[in-house]
């Protein structure tokens, strides 16, 4: 396992997922603000949303203006969540690993309740009046 690359793919998606965060936040804010140019963002990067980086390079040969908007939000919104991603990030993965264990253990412990072996076997009883110490006397 190789830790160090590990983190290196970790924070290249995180970067991709905040560029994404930025201009869905730019949108918002133009989509109040300037409808035209809200218009255009939203057709330009429709299909490049993928790669960030490619977007914000073919953005700055468009409209170098909205680039250097999304690339400040997107370090604004960086800055903001870094303070405590590790702590959420640590906490959110034992929280949900946690929840499947206890999935797991639910289904393992029905499925073993299921089976004839550890079923707590009763007589079968047809009258359940039979039982009543009452039929018992008068019989």
Not at 75 to 85: D, H
Not at 101 to 119: K, M
Not at 124 to 134: I, K, M, R
């Amino acid at each position: 396992m190789n830790l160090k690359q590990i983190a290196k793919d970790t924070a290249k998606t995180l970067q991709r997922y905040l560029t994404y965060q930025a201009i869905k936040t730019v949108l918002a804010q133009l989509s109040q603000t300037n409808p035209p140019q809200w218009r255009w963002l939203n057709n330009f990067s429709a299909d490049k949303i993928q790669d960030g980086e490619a977007l914000i390079e073919q953005l700055f040969q468009e409209k170098p203006e909205l680039a250097l908007r999304i690339m400040s939000v997107r370090e604004n919104i960086a800055e903001e969540v870094a303070e405590f991603l590790p702590e959420m990030l640590v906490t959110g993965i034992q929280q949900a690993n946690m929840q499947h264990r206890r999935q797991h253990l639910e289904r393992v412990t029905q499925l073993n309740l299921s089976t004839p072996s550890l079923e707590t076997e009763q007589p079968a009883n047809p009258d359940p009046n039979l039982d009543s110490p009452s039929d018992l006397d008068s019989a």
